[in-house]
């Protein structure tokens, strides 16, 4: 695990109690005595001295693993106390252990929270018994940004338009079907089923990328942020043919292509596709464990917005290429439960695209 301190002032760290202490505290208790309240410390007093884990849910490399990266390097400053912060890779199927961890495992006092990928929150009303978490029990502390997804085929394939689905056989990378990019890749497959291959497995979209390089496989759905930060020339030296981008409204760089809602008659289909991509409005959400005790809950809250309008994050985050579109902890909540709360029947439909 790498070390991200956060930029602040030197300060004294409060050291272990010594066991002379912790024997008079011991005593103190036996003899009916009570220590203070944990409960009872401020934000600052439990944070100072300690170290915080931002966790992501995947692997250091990747789009994930930037973002948790460039947060955990400035919101500790932001947080009473000034811990010091380190990220906390935890990967697996596309995120979804870490998440099982938060659940069930983290302690619930703020000193350990993180990045997941979005794309479980669809998958978890569609698979609830599989996926086995409910989004509305976290704590919702923010999103870094929005996210609009496209999918994309390398130029030498030939494919340029969604027509072109249909002239041959096409192969698409993937990680997992926990993955946000399987809901887009399945939505595609759905316009010419018999012709879409869909290779799973590869660890992280970097691996995607390269695979497509190699020609290992012919393209993939993913986020035009990634595309931007990590493969810019793919697009300004048009590598890469868009198909489709799954948005209510086009992306303001990609004007000619159709958005997915273009391409379908039936409301009930929009339905179902707006409920598969309602959660790309929070694209890099940052959670705490259910339960997460409601003043720390706060205070990171706070933290993580003070961080977001923080000019020398945003310098830094511009200068790395990395877009950033906040949305609060008490809106992204809201989606969350929007998700978690749409109609069955909807939700139905929305399952035979995955299919």
Not at 90 to 106: C, E, I
Not at 258 to 276: R, Y
Not at 291 to 317: I, Q, S, V
């Amino acid at each position: 695990m790498r070390s991200c301190k956060s930029p602040s002032k030197p300060r004294l760290k409060t050291g272990r109690a010594s066991g002379v202490v912790a024997s008079l505290v011991a005593g103190a208790v036996a003899a009916g005595w009570a220590a203070p309240d944990a409960r009872a410390q401020t934000g600052a007093e439990f944070y100072a001295g300690k170290t915080v884990q931002f966790m992501v849910g995947y692997p250091p490399s990747g789009a994930f693993d930037a973002y948790t990266r460039v947060a955990a390097r400035f919101i500790g400053k932001h947080i009473p106390g000034n811990p010091t912060v380190i990220v906390h890779n935890m990967p697996g199927a596309s995120s979804l252990q870490f998440v099982r961890y938060l659940q069930a495992q983290a302690p619930k006092d703020g000193s350990q929270f993180g990045m997941f990928n979005r794309g479980l929150m669809p998958k978890s009303v569609l698979e609830p018994k599989e996926t086995g978490v409910d989004f509305t029990k976290f704590a919702w502390i923010g999103s870094m940004n929005s996210e609009l997804a496209v999918c994309y085929m390398w130029g030498s394939t030939g494919v340029a338009s969604m027509a072109d689905l249909k002239k041959g056989p096409i192969t698409l990378g993937d990680t997992s079907k926990n993955s946000g990019g399987y809901i887009y890749t399945s939505i595609l497959r759905s316009f010419a089923p018999e012709n879409i291959k869909l290779v799973m497995g590869y660890a992280t979209t970097g691996h995607i990328w390269l695979a497509i390089e190699r020609g290992e496989v012919d393209g993939n759905c993913t986020l035009v942020t990634s595309l931007e930060s990590q493969k810019p020339d793919w697009l300004t030296q048009k590598k890469i043919n868009t198909l489709v981008q799954f948005a209510q409204t086009k992306h303001k760089d990609l004007p000619d292509v159709p958005t997915i809602f273009e391409l379908l008659d039936s409301e009930t289909q929009k339905q179902a596709i707006n409920f598969l991509i309602a959660s790309e409005a929070i694209g890099r959400p940052v959670i705490g464990p259910p339960g997460l005790r409601e003043d720390r809950l706060t205070t990171l809250r706070k933290a993580f917005n003070d961080m977001m309008k923080d000019p020398e994050f945003l310098d830094y985050a511009q200068k790395a290429k990395m877009d950033m579109d906040p949305v609060s902890g008490e809106k992204a909540a809201e989606i969350a439960a929007a998700i978690q709360n749409t109609p069955a029947s909807a939700v139905e439909v929305a399952r035979k695209f995955m299919d």
